[in-house]
């Protein structure tokens, strides 16, 4: 069954504490893996798209990087508008139609 | 903003009515997809249409429909509301089915359901 875990479920950190999210995988035929900012009570907000192990992406203070069974997102000096739920999402090929399979989510906060 | 909207924002419904949702999806984009959020779970898949067909369906019973219209705008109906069904409802629009490298997310809507 294709699945998608992350962990931590939760994440405390202080401003300026560098940690990462790990998003892990298990599915057959993967096109590309998703990862999206949530903040409370609002739809997902695009971050980036990794296809292939190896790749990397950088975004202000977010790095993302891509093996073939799990994907990091390196936060590094974190700010407290970084506070947010960190979805990771998987697109699958074949005949899916190209929907999404997403993990639960890691809730960041970021105390000042 | 995605310029993708969806309405209303927040809906009350009793067990067993029936409700509508509707997004409209940015402009070009020929696709819709539709996801459900429980509180406390990444998003699941609903279906997706493609130029007003549909075009992939997750695991969820028939009483979930939809439609889309070929001015951009899309419809989620659910019949014989349960109390299950109380969640965040998104729509995701973009431009071509599997070619989510930015599929933009609406704002959601609020169902509960009583």
């Known amino acids: 069954e294709d699945q998608v875990t992350q962990s931590p479920e939760a994440l405390r950190l202080q401003e300026g504490e560098s940690s990462s999210l790990n998003c892990s995988y298990t599915?057959?035929?993967?096109?590309?893996l998703f990862w999206y900012r949530q903040d409370p009570g609002k739809g997902p907000e695009f971050l980036f798209t990794?296809?292939?192990a190896g790749e990397e992406k950088e975004k202000e203070r977010l790095k993302a990087t891509l093996t073939k069974k799990e994907s990091f997102l390196h936060i590094t000096a974190p700010k407290p508008e970084d506070s947010a739920t960190y979805l990771c999402?998987?697109?699958?090929?074949?005949?899916?139609?190209?929907?999404?399979?997403f993990g639960k989510g890691t809730k960041l906060s970021v105390k000042p | 903003e995605t310029g993708v909207t969806q309405s209303p924002t927040h809906l009350i419904k009793t067990r067993g009515q029936q409700v509508t949702l509707r997004c409209s999806s940015q402009?070009?984009?020929?696709?819709v997809s539709w996801y459900q959020q429980a509180l406390g779970q990444g998003p699941q898949f609903i279906f997706q249409?493609?130029?007003?067909?549909?075009?992939g369906r997750g695991n969820f019973p028939p009483r979930f429909s939809g439609l889309q219209f070929p001015n951009y705008s899309s419809e989620l109906n659910v019949n014989a509301l349960e109390l299950d069904d109380s969640a965040l409802y998104l729509c995701?629009?973009?431009?071509?089915?599997?070619?989510?490298?930015?599929?933009?997310f609406g704002q959601g809507t609020r169902l509960t359901v009583v």
């Open positions: 990794l296809y292939s």
């Open positions: 995701a629009s973009s431009l071509e089915p599997g070619v989510n490298t930015e599929a933009f």
């Open positions: 249409y493609y130029r007003e067909e549909e075009n």
């Open positions: 402009s070009g984009h020929n696709t």
């Open positions: 599915v057959s035929g993967l096109r590309g």
């Open positions: 999402a998987v697109l699958l090929g074949g005949g899916s139609q190209g929907n999404l399979i």
